[in-house]
Nanobody, 120 residues
Framework: QVQLVESGGGLVQAGGSLRLSCVASGSILSIDAMEWYRQAPGKQRGLVALIRSGGSTNYADSVKGRFTISGDYAKNTVYLQMNNLNSDDTAVYYC??????????????WGQGTQVTVSS
């Protein structure tokens, strides 16, 4: 079993910054990719940023230049540094990971989510 635990969410004023963390624990052989998604009220969950095991990254257009994803796979951890936040960034942020277990098979896992609220 693998668990993902997010932290770092909270309330911040527009223009401020937050740093989210996600730690994976359990039966982990390796991590193929780790991602951050977000879901605002009444909207579908969407990809914010991803980082692959090789270090390459992708971002949603709405966060390019403001958010930075980074990973420390030795610690099974991914971070999302969020700068210059605005009200459109208000959402529940979810960590998602593709993890290869000790059996050699890869599985998809989700964290429980962390709320980010940006006040204007």
């Amino acid at each position: 079993q693998v668990q993902l635990v997010e932290s770092g969410g909270g309330l911040v004023q527009a223009g401020g910054s937050l740093r989210l963390s996600c730690v994976a624990s359990g039966s982990i052989l390796s991590i193929d990719a780790m991602e951050w998604y977000r879901q605002a009220p009444g909207k579908q969950r969407g990809l914010v940023a991803l980082i692959r095991s090789g270090g390459s990254t992708n971002y949603a257009d709405s966060v390019k230049g403001r958010f930075t994803i980074s990973g420390d796979y030795a610690k099974n951890t991914v971070y999302l540094q969020m700068n210059n936040l605005n009200s459109d960034d208000t959402a529940v942020y979810y960590c998602h990971a593709i993890i290869r277990s000790m059996s050699g098979h890869s599985y998809s896992y989700w964290g429980q989510g962390t709320q980010v609220t940006v006040s204007s």
